[in-house]
């Protein structure tokens, strides 16, 4: 469907390295995909904070900061990456 479609490309531009898109950041479109199966990205022992933290840096890094790209992406609000930039911060200094 198109809706996934969206998702699978934002979560490939998101998570690629350089300029193109390499085919191993898109789901796999073979007979063992189930519906609800989207792009997973698995890291053994990261935790769903890591993650989070992870994926909002990866997508602000995208967007050139703008948190309000960065939350249209991910499907959050913009004032949750800001909350979880401010919180970031004072646990990075303290």
């Not at 479609?5 to 300029?19: F, G, H, K, P, Q």
């Not at 840096?57 to 959050?76: F, Q």
């Amino acid at each position: 469907n198109v809706r996934e479609l969206e998702n699978a490309i934002e979560r490939a531009v998101v998570l690629c390295t350089d300029d193109e898109i390499d085919a191993s950041l898109l789901p796999s479109t073979g007979k063992e995909s189930r519906p609800g199966d989207g792009v997973g990205l698995m890291i053994p022992g990261i935790t769903m904070s890591e993650l989070e933290r992870m994926a909002i840096e990866k997508t602000l890094d995208a967007v050139n900061g703008s948190t309000a790209k960065a939350a249209e992406i991910l499907g959050i609000s913009r004032r949750k990456i800001q909350y979880r930039l401010r919180e970031w911060a004072e646990q990075d200094l303290g």
